[in-house]
């Protein structure tokens, strides 16, 4: 007969009077929440790989057997997004400026081979073992040009958005992460999202629909 010590301790989050059929998983690869419905469940098992959930965009390009860098400029797109909803007409943006703009930036990251885009949950992926000085790979000097690219396709001097942050953060943790061939989700803020940084990483493509 075995012996076990059990600790109960209450809940900080208040719990709904009704059931829910919809929970989240967490992908492994790209840290990114997938909401499982009844109708996409079915989807878990074949999500699964080596005890892991993946989401479909890092199965489908087996992002988990590539040494990537994942970053997203969603800070852009949420204060795209915030603006339209706003009650400030001087700064009116409509939704399919919006999609206009995610667009634009999307089209300018592609146009480098090393980086991939998940539309859904507006996340690059930076091939970290494509980037360098040799033969056949992308010099990291190009991987900035494209950031700097991808940034002013948001048209930042137009919409008050103040990149220099974003960029430099981006830099320095590509930087950081090529010496030390390491892999971390990172999610940049703009000064005006630090307060909400739980919203900024939580905002997909889901919460514009």
């Known amino acids: 007969m075995y012996e076990c010590e059990i600790k109960i301790s209450a809940l900080n989050n208040q719990m709904l009077s009704e059931l829910s059929n919809n929970f989240y998983k967490y992908c492994s690869s790209c840290s990114r929440y997938i909401v499982?419905?009844?109708?996409?469940?079915?989807?878990?098992?074949?999500?699964?790989?080596?005890g892991d959930f993946l989401c479909k965009f890092c199965i489908r390009h087996s992002m988990h057997k590539r040494n990537c860098l994942v970053f997203s400029?969603?800070?852009?797109?949420?204060?795209?997004?915030?603006?339209?909803c706003s009650e400030d007409f001087e700064n009116l943006m409509y939704r399919f400026q919006i999609e206009d703009h995610i667009r634009e930036h999307r089209d300018a990251g592609l146009k480098n081979y090393c980086?991939?885009?998940?539309?859904?949950?507006?996340?690059?992926?930076?091939?970290?073992d494509l980037v360098g000085n040799s033969l056949g790979k992308v010099p990291q000097?190009?991987?900035?040009?494209?950031?700097?690219?991808?940034?002013?396709?948001?048209?930042?001097?137009?919409?008050?958005?103040?990149?220099?942050?974003?960029?430099?953060?981006?830099?320095?943790?590509?930087?950081?992460?090529?010496?030390?061939?390491?892999?971390?989700?990172?999610?940049?803020?703009?000064?005006?999202?630090?307060?909400?940084?739980?919203?900024?990483?939580?905002?997909?493509?889901?919460?514009?629909?």
Not at 38 to 45: D, K
Not at 73 to 84: E, M, P
Not at 115 to 128: G, H, P, T
Not at 179 to 198: A, E, M
């Open 115 to 128: 980086l991939a885009y998940d539309e859904d949950s507006f996340n690059w992926f930076l091939d970290l």
């Open 141 to 209: 000097v190009d991987v900035f040009k494209s950031i700097i690219e991808m940034m002013l396709c948001f048209n930042p001097g137009l919409f008050s958005i103040d990149c220099r942050d974003v960029f430099f953060s981006i830099r320095d943790k590509i930087n950081k992460s090529i010496v030390k061939n390491n892999r971390v989700p990172f999610v940049p803020c703009l000064p005006h999202h630090k307060g909400v940084y739980s919203k900024l990483r939580l905002f997909d493509l889901s919460s514009i629909i």
């Open 73 to 84: 400029l969603k800070s852009f797109i949420l204060h795209l997004y915030d603006l339209h």
């Open 36 to 50: 499982i419905t009844p109708e996409n469940s079915s989807f878990v098992p074949n999500g699964m790989l080596d």
